[in-house]
């Protein structure tokens, strides 16, 4: 099992560039996530999936979107980039076990990103 | 809402020393609280996670940490640290069901040779 992998794993824009970040597991999770991490300010949730097909916004949604069209993989799409979301991205995925506790989120190894 | 605070933004400890990093959260019944661990360039890895039962929770590494609800903290514990505990620490905390999960800003951990 690979867990969860993250493409690209740096990449620099300039300011007004649009770009997708990928991020894939493979262990049949139903709930994903992306995060941006800033010095600071920890992790701070920017949207999630609780399913193939469904998205909400977290924390800081602006500027950025989603899509989950298949199970395993959660696009996060910048569209026209700004310095401001210069950051370092995460992805992670945990099942869903309904009626029982929260269970752990696995991370990816991370993007980062700069935008110029 | 729910909000954790780590109020040590950087520790520095000699190796072989003890360690705690504090771990405050504001939530109104029973959290899920979790401790992850990000070493330099890498995702974060679970350290440990406490759902209920015993408040004195092992993980891996040799890490331990304690809910006390009265103070509402979870503090994360080592006997002794070596150079590779070196890393960025994470508290979290989400209720039950909780689809998400909140995050503490993180305490960054120098060890001294």
């Known amino acids: 099992n690979a867990g969860v992998t993250q493409t690209p794993k740096f990449r620099v824009l300039k300011t007004g560039q649009s770009m997708t970040l990928l991020c894939a597991q493979d262990?049949?999770?139903?709930?994903m996530y992306w995060y941006r991490q800033d010095p600071g300010m920890g992790l701070r949730l920017i949207h999630y999936s609780v399913g193939e097909g469904t998205t909400a916004k977290g924390e800081v949604p602006d500027g950025y979107n989603v899509s989950r069209l298949k199970k395993q993989n959660f696009l996060l799409g910048l569209e026209s980039a700004a310095p401001s979301q210069t950051s370092v991205y995460f992805c992670?995925?945990?099942?869903?076990?309904?009626?029982?506790?929260?269970?752990?989120?696995?991370f990816g190894p991370g993007t980062r990103l700069l935008v110029l | 809402a729910q909000s954790v605070t780590q109020p040590d933004i950087h520790i520095t400890v000699s190796e072989g020393a003890s360690l705690e990093l504090r771990c405050n959260y504001s939530?109104?019944?029973?959290?899920?609280l979790f401790w992850y661990v990000q070493s330099p360039g890498q995702g974060l890895q679970l350290l440990l996670k406490y759902f209920s039962g015993d408040t004195l929770v092992q993980g891996i590494k040799g890490f331990e940490a304690e809910f006390k609800r009265s103070q509402s903290s979870f503090n994360l514990r080592k006997p002794s640290v070596h150079w590779s505990d070196a890393a960025e620490y994470f508290c979290a905390v989400g209720p039950q069901g909780a689809q998400k999960l909140v995050f503490g800003q993180g305490t960054r951990l120098t060890i001294n040779p």
């Open positions: 992670a995925s945990r099942s869903l076990q309904a009626g029982g506790p929260v269970e752990t989120q696995y």
């Open positions: 939530y109104g019944a029973t959290p899920y």
């Open positions: 262990m049949n999770h139903e709930y």
